[in-house]
């Protein structure tokens, strides 16, 4: 898998570009069901971070259409 970016250039013009996956992602893709880490009130797996991760990303990559 890889991640896709995108880059404003001149005029208000996108550039698709496409990453390959960082090493770090596809190690939390390999424990998705693990802790990753852990409060007095909750647990949040590899998987949850993931999820919030690309949420993050899609507004992100909305706000600059």
């Known amino acids: 898998a890889g991640a896709v970016g995108a880059v404003l250039c001149g005029e208000g013009n996108l550039w698709k ?3 390959p996956e ?7 893709g ?18 949850q971070l993931l999820d919030r991760s690309a949420a993050l990303a899609a507004a992100l990559r909305m706000r600059m259409r």
């Not at 960082?22 to 939390?28: D, E, K």
């Open 17 to 19: 570009l496409t990453m």
């Open 22 to 28: 960082l090493p770090l992602i596809s190690r939390a």
């Open 30 to 47: 390999q424990h998705a069901n693990s802790v990753a880490f852990h409060t007095a009130k909750s647990a949040t797996t590899y998987q």
